[in-house]
């Protein structure tokens, strides 16, 4: 499944150059010469689409030095999905080359990275590129294949990133903050969880994070919101689609929400909260429900019951907007008298809309006994004293990363 970015940005057709899903494979200068000779009669270049193609190092020599005479108005670029077929030595190779020319784009503010195999043998380009890259706004790097590893690794560039960015905006008028980071389907786990937490937290004024699809377990998500995403209280868009809370994490989003005033999409659709989870969330929902800017609750496959149906019963019609909501996947029954309440609600509210109810489920008791062992350990919230010898690792982190370039 590609990953999808819909851009806030807006061009007219006449300052776009699109290649997008033309399935080349571009070797030689000689198979990109009309493609060069094309962009080179561009005026007033925005947006870049490579996207669906395969490109090699040589073609990518090429194609960056184009985008350096664009350097006045290319503001887009999109990279994603152009390294079917190559070997891992090609990817670091052309990533090298790019990665030179976008650094020298001031205008340049969404940089798509998204769906190529970038994995461990990339990590050094990609380190070193993400802690000098001072003028993107929006980066998307969603299904890499990065691994914890790697994903730490991203995590301490991110910070490093923030650091030249706060010097450089002293000099350079064109130095902007990061407001979009991309990550998800990369298989972060909980061991990026630390690192990942710095570097978000260091980027202060993000608004839109996406670390879905990324096998983040219960402990490793408390950390990485109560370390990091509870410090960016810009925040609008937060998907962890697909990760693991249980208590643990449901209890760490639930003690964040009064962090992030503008919040207005929360994802956590397949993310097992569990019936207990789910009720500390909302819980902590209807405590700020008259101050919530909330427009999107997903909360498919959490294992809600009808006592979370009452509980949103009881928040909705506090709220400043009637959020749409996304139940399918739990364990309440269809013909619930709640259903018919929260139906009513999203009538007389007149915004917002419930999900069809189609796919509800019925709790499974011989699994959750084989399993309720295993899980009562990632189910223990981080009591006081682990959360603040991860807070000395993270200080103790900081002080090292804030003198160094690549650790």
């Known amino acids: 499944m590609a990953t999808v970015y819909e851009s806030k940005l807006e061009f007219a057709e006449k300052s776009v150059f699109s290649l997008k899903n033309k399935v080349l494979k571009l070797d030689t200068y000689d198979q990109v010469k009309p ?22 190092p040589e073609v990518t020599k090429h194609l960056a030095k184009e985008f350096l005479n664009h350097k006045n108005s290319l503001r887009e670029l999109n990279l994603q999905d152009i390294y079917t077929s190559r070997d891992k030595n090609e990817i670091p190779a052309s990533l090298k080359e790019f990665f030179a020319a976008i650094l020298q784009l001031p205008h340049l503010q969404v940089l798509n990275l998204s769906d190529n195999a970038f994995g461990q043998d990339t990590i050094e380009v990609l ?46 008028a064109d130095v902007r903050s990061l407001k979009t980071f991309w990550c998800g389907r990369n298989r972060l786990e909980s061991g990026s969880a630390e690192f990942m937490a710095l570097g978000l937290r260091s980027n202060k004024h993000l608004e839109d994070v996406r670390l879905y699809q ?14 990091g995403l509870s410090y960016l209280h810009d925040l609008q868009v937060l998907d962890l689609d697909d990760n693991t809370f249980t208590v643990a994490g449901s209890i760490a989003l639930a003690d964040a929400l009064s962090s992030w005033p503008e919040l207005k999409v929360l994802n956590v659709n397949d993310c097992l909260l569990k019936a207990k989870g789910s009720i500390k969330l909302l819980e902590k929902l209807a405590e700020i429900s008259d101050k919530s800017k909330l427009q999107q609750i997903k909360l498919q496959y959490n294992e809600l019951d009808s006592d979370s ?45 419930l999900d069809e109810l189609d796919d509800l489920e019925e709790p499974d008791s011989e699994e959750e006994e084989s399993s309720s062992e295993d899980e009562n350990e ?19 982190l900081e002080e090292q990363l804030a003198g160094t370039h690549i650790i």
Do not use: W
Request: a negative charge; aromatic letters at 6%; one cysteine or more.
């Open 35 to 56: 493609y060069i000779e094309q962009l080179s009669n561009k005026k007033d270049l925005q947006k870049i689409d490579l996207s669906g193609n395969t490109i090699s």
């Open 127 to 172: 380190e070193d590129f993400i802690s000098k890259c001072k003028y993107v706004e929006h980066f998307i790097m969603s299904n890499n294949g990065l691994g914890p590893l790697s994903g730490s690794r991203v995590g301490k560039a991110l910070f490093k990133m923030a650091k030249l960015r706060e010097i450089a905006k002293e000099k350079d």
């Open 214 to 227: 990324d096998g983040i377990r219960p402990n490793g998500i408390a950390r990485l919101i109560h370390h």
């Open 309 to 353: 149906l009452k509980l949103l019963v009881g928040l909705l019609p506090s709220m400043v907007r009637i959020p749409d909501l996304e139940l399918n996947g739990n364990v309440f029954e269809e013909d619930s008298e709640y259903i018919d309440k929260l139906n009513s609600i999203f009538t007389i509210k007149g915004s917002g809309s």
């Open 378 to 396: 990632s189910e223990k919230e981080e009591d006081d004293e682990q959360r603040k010898e991860v807070e000395a690792r993270l200080i103790s």
